[in-house]
């Protein structure tokens, strides 16, 4: 038998090992992608059916409890999902000594959060049906923490049909909650007590499937199992905090962004104000779950292993991944500003017009956002969270004083501008902070190099 005869099958074994990583990348993406699609269905259809089934204070009501306890959610879970991406892609095995200490702090903070909203609903009386609603709606911060956690395990694990599952699990438990209150005719009252129940059993699931986390023996993806090194120390408290804290205050600035508006509109403008900029900012959160999909649910833990080990993968994701999603950004936002006109009345009601008007201006905001998703994840994983998150407070901080300027004058189309404005500078930031401290210097790879890396060929920035 000649030596070609013997090779040949071995060569082609590494592009077939290749193509099928790539075709199970595809497969992942796409689950997550339509578990994305099917949430984004889910919570819109949530929306339509309680403004149509409740008066348009009672919608605005229980939107704006919804929006501002959902900003709890990273102060409750502080952080530490992204903490355990970023521990276990550097460490391995290492990291589950963080994992004990990591939940004692998570579920300290979760019951500050929780006892606060619970004070936070007492302090509406004599208006007992809002305190009644955020009284219920506490449940929400428990189950997004636990949905948070979960979440990050699915990734370290690498199921991301079980991840694809969970989030799409609790929506449409909303979906079925809000047709009972639209088919019954029942109140808002009894919308945020079915929001509480699905709450509740959201948890139930996330402790059932964290439980091999837990106990420290879950196989993790991209790691061998190796018995973890002793520690040198323990893990305290304080490192989690500390460790945490940069992914917390990122994660509180992201949310600003998303429900502030809400918020501001509700305390001082009007619940109907809340009502008309919940529906576009509802739609502007689904349409800005794709680049959490592939940044934040696929890619982030990866990101975090070629940081320190294929810096060709982080140029071809900065090269190719920016343009990318700034393009897919622009094609989305093009279709929601087009589809705002017609479809939300229709949807919605004659007494959500203005929505539609609210919505075509925050489409500017989508490119933006796609683009800066992009680039700040390579800041995450690359060494510069706390530049990251320092960005994210100076878009914060832009964000607030363009609310607090444009609102008072043009309403909630101020709130929508202040919206886009924030975002453009953000993504700017992030941008020109890549540009200078991650790729300077580097040789942008070619469309030939990922042919070369998609086909098993060796890779190198030409």
């Given at each position: 038998m000649?030596p070609?005869?013997?090779?040949?099958?071995?060569?082609?074994?590494?592009?077939?090992?290749?193509?099928?990583?790539?075709a199970?990348?595809?497969?992942?993406?796409?689950?997550?992608?339509?578990?994305?699609?099917?949430?984004?269905?889910?919570?819109?259809?949530?929306?339509?059916?309680?403004?149509?089934?409740?008066?348009?204070?009672?919608?605005?009501?229980?939107?704006?409890?919804?929006?501002?306890?959902?900003?709890?959610?990273?102060?409750?879970?502080?952080?530490?999902?992204?903490?355990?991406?970023?521990?276990?892609?550097?460490?391995?095995?290492?990291a589950y000594r963080?994992?004990?200490?990591?939940?004692?702090?998570?579920?300290?903070?979760?019951?500050l959060?929780?006892?606060?909203v619970?004070?936070?609903?007492?302090?509406?009386?004599?208006?007992?049906?809002?305190?009644?609603?955020?009284?219920?709606?506490?449940?929400v911060?428990?189950?997004?923490?636990?949905?948070?956690?979960?979440?990050?395990?699915?990734?370290?694990?690498g199921?991301?049909?079980?991840?694809?599952?969970?989030?799409?699990?609790?929506?449409?438990?909303?979906?079925?909650?809000?047709?009972?209150?639209?088919?019954?005719?029942?109140?808002?009252?009894?919308?945020?007590?079915?929001?509480?129940?699905?709450?509740?059993?959201?948890?139930?699931?996330?402790?059932?499937?964290?439980?091999?986390?837990?106990?420290g023996?879950?196989?993790?993806?991209g790691?061998?199992?190796?018995?973890?090194?002793?520690?040198?120390?323990?893990?305290?408290?304080r490192?989690?905090l500390?460790?945490?804290?940069?992914?917390?205050?990122?994660?509180?600035?992201?949310?600003?962004?998303?429900?502030?508006?809400?918020?501001?509109?509700?305390?001082?403008?009007?619940?109907?104000?809340?009502?008309?900029?919940?529906?576009?900012?509802?739609?502007l959160?689904?349409?800005?779950?794709v680049?959490?999909?592939?940044?934040?649910?696929?890619?982030?833990?990866?990101?975090?292993?070629?940081?320190?080990?294929?810096r060709?993968a982080?140029?071809?994701?900065?090269?190719?991944?920016?343009?990318?999603?700034?393009?897919?950004?622009a094609?989305?936002?093009?279709?929601?500003?087009?589809?705002?006109?017609?479809?939300?009345?229709?949807?919605?009601?004659?007494?959500?017009?203005?929505?539609?008007?609210?919505?075509?201006?925050?489409?500017?905001?989508?490119?933006?956002?796609?683009?800066?998703?992009?680039?700040?994840?390579?800041?995450?994983?690359?060494?510069?969270?706390?530049?990251?998150?320092?960005?994210?407070?100076?878009g914060?901080?832009?964000?607030?004083?363009?609310?607090?300027?444009?609102?008072?004058?043009?309403?909630?189309?101020g709130?929508?501008?202040?919206?886009?404005?924030?975002?453009?500078?953000?993504?700017?930031?992030?941008?020109?902070?890549?540009?200078?401290?991650?790729?300077?210097?580097?040789?942008?790879?070619?469309?030939?190099?990922?042919?070369?890396?998609?086909?098993?060929?060796?890779?190198?920035?030409?």
């Amino acid at each position: 038998m000649s030596p070609s005869a013997v090779e040949l099958p071995a060569d082609r074994a590494v592009p077939s090992r290749r193509g099928n990583r790539l075709a199970a990348m595809l497969v992942h993406l796409g689950m997550l992608g339509l578990s994305q699609v099917g949430v984004t269905v889910a919570a819109f259809a949530t929306q339509i059916l309680l403004a149509r089934s409740l008066s348009q204070a009672a919608f605005g009501t229980f939107t704006a409890a919804l929006a501002l306890i959902s900003l709890t959610a990273p102060l409750a879970v502080f952080g530490v999902s992204e903490l355990w991406l970023q521990q276990f892609g550097q460490r391995g095995a290492d990291a589950y000594r963080w994992v004990r200490p990591s939940v004692r702090v998570v579920t300290a903070c979760s019951a500050l959060i929780v006892a606060a909203v619970l004070l936070w609903g007492f302090g509406a009386l004599p208006d007992s049906r809002a305190a009644t609603v955020r009284v219920l709606l506490a449940a929400v911060v428990v189950a997004q923490t636990a949905l948070g956690l979960v979440a990050s395990v699915q990734q370290l694990r690498g199921d991301y049909r079980g991840l694809s599952a969970l989030q799409f699990a609790p929506h449409l438990g909303r979906v079925l909650v809000v047709l009972a209150v639209w088919a019954a005719g029942l109140g808002v009252v009894a919308a945020a007590a079915g929001y509480a129940v699905v709450a509740l059993l959201t948890v139930v699931a996330c402790l059932v499937v964290m439980r091999p986390f837990l106990r420290g023996v879950m196989p993790l993806e991209g790691h061998a199992r190796a018995a973890a090194p002793p520690p040198d120390r323990p893990v305290a408290a304080r490192d989690v905090l500390g460790g945490a804290l940069p992914f917390v205050l990122g994660n509180v600035f992201y949310l600003l962004g998303m429900y502030l508006g809400t918020v501001v509109a509700g305390e001082f403008l009007s619940p109907e104000a809340a009502a008309l900029l919940s529906v576009p900012m509802s739609v502007l959160a689904a349409v800005y779950l794709v680049p959490r999909v592939v940044y934040q649910q696929y890619f982030l833990a990866k990101l975090h292993r070629w940081a320190g080990s294929d810096r060709d993968a982080i140029l071809l994701a900065y090269r190719y991944g920016g343009a990318g999603m700034v393009l897919l950004g622009a094609v989305v936002a093009a279709l929601v500003a087009v589809a705002a006109g017609p479809v939300l009345p229709v949807l919605l009601g004659d007494g959500y017009a203005d929505s539609a008007a609210v919505l075509a201006v925050l489409a500017l905001a989508i490119p933006f956002r796609f683009g800066g998703a992009a680039v700040a994840s390579l800041l995450t994983s690359g060494g510069l969270l706390r530049r990251k998150v320092a960005y994210q407070g100076v878009g914060a901080a832009v964000y607030l004083a363009a609310l607090a300027v444009a609102t008072p004058v043009w309403g909630i189309m101020g709130a929508a501008t202040a919206t886009v404005v924030a975002e453009v500078a953000l993504c700017c930031l992030f941008w020109v902070a890549v540009r200078r401290r991650v790729v300077a210097g580097a040789t942008l790879p070619s469309w030939r190099d990922v042919r070369r890396r998609l086909t098993g060929e060796e890779s190198r920035a030409s």
